[in-house]
């Protein structure tokens, strides 16, 4: 079973920058996909971006794109978010999840990961 533990939120102003980390420990990291999603305020959790196993294929949805990016070390068990330019409507609790397999569905990428959530790491940004 993996366990996930995420962190690097935080309070910060429109426009402003954070990067997210997740710890992953229970299974070879190396060896399956991961993913970032999200959870606005009184809206279902989304997700946001995903990256293969060896760090191929980096992907975030169009509402981040050219503003987050996704990226992985492999050998620290550790999944990134890097956050710039953010605004206020990426104010959400971000988790990360493990994926099912190795390599995250081009066509459904939502769709990849196991429902095994860490405790999540708030993202507050203020206009």
């Known amino acids: 079973q993996v366990q996930l533990v995420e962190s690097g939120g935080g309070l910060v102003q429109a426009g402003d920058s954070l990067r997210l980390s997740c710890a992953a420990s229970g299974r070879t990291f190396s060896s399956y996909a991961m993913g970032w999603f999200r959870q606005a305020p009184g809206k279902e959790r989304e997700f946001v971006a995903a990256?293969?196993?060896?760090?191929?294929?980096?992907r975030c949805v169009d509402s981040v794109k050219g503003r987050f990016t996704i990226s992985r070390d492999n050998a620290k068990n550790t999944l990134y978010l890097q956050m710039n330019s953010l605004k206020f409507e990426d104010t959400a609790v971000y988790y990360c999840a493990a994926g099912v397999g190795a390599y995250y569905s081009r066509n459904k990428p939502e769709r990849s990961f196991l429902e095994v959530w860490g405790q999540g790491t708030l993202v507050t940004v203020s206009t």
């Open positions: 990256i293969d196993s060896d760090g191929g294929g980096p």
